[in-house]
């Protein structure tokens, strides 16, 4: 079992920018697949982006260069660092961890961004 702890959203104004941070439980080195989901009002879940322990990464196509994600193996740490942040991008977001690219196996409990125009 992988837990996942979420921290760093908050309300931002538009242009501004975050730095969001995931802590798991495990080491990092044994998880493939961490990553970073989003869920708007009335919106589906979406994949914001997700990287392999080979850094490979997948990014959703609404990102247009404005998001980074890293990982820290060492320290069990996921960053989502967000710039020029939009209000279409207030959701919560969700850090995960999965055995496969695509495919969610643990969920951490979400972190709030608001982003104000």
């Known amino acids: 079992q992988v837990q996942l702890v979420e921290s760093g959203g908050g309300l931002v104004q538009a242009g501004g920018s975050l730095r969001l941070s995931c802590a798991a439980s495990?080491?990092?080195?044994?998880?493939?697949?961490m990553g970073w989901y989003r869920q708007a009002p009335g919106k589906e879940r979406e994949l914001v982006a997700e990287?392999?322990?080979?850094?490979?990464?997948n990014y959703g196509d609404f990102v247009k260069g404005r998001f980074t994600i890293s990982r820290d193996n060492a320290k069990s740490r996921l960053y989502l660092q967000m710039s020029s942040l939009e209000p279409e991008d207030t959701a919560v977001y969700y850090c995960?961890?999965?055995?496969?690219?695509?495919?969610?196996?643990?969920w951490g409990q979400g972190t709030q961004v608001t982003v104000s125009s």
């Open positions: 995960i961890a999965a055995y496969r690219l695509g495919v969610p196996a643990y």
């Open positions: 990287i392999t322990l080979g850094d490979k990464i």
């Open positions: 495990v080491t990092m080195f044994s998880i493939n697949v």
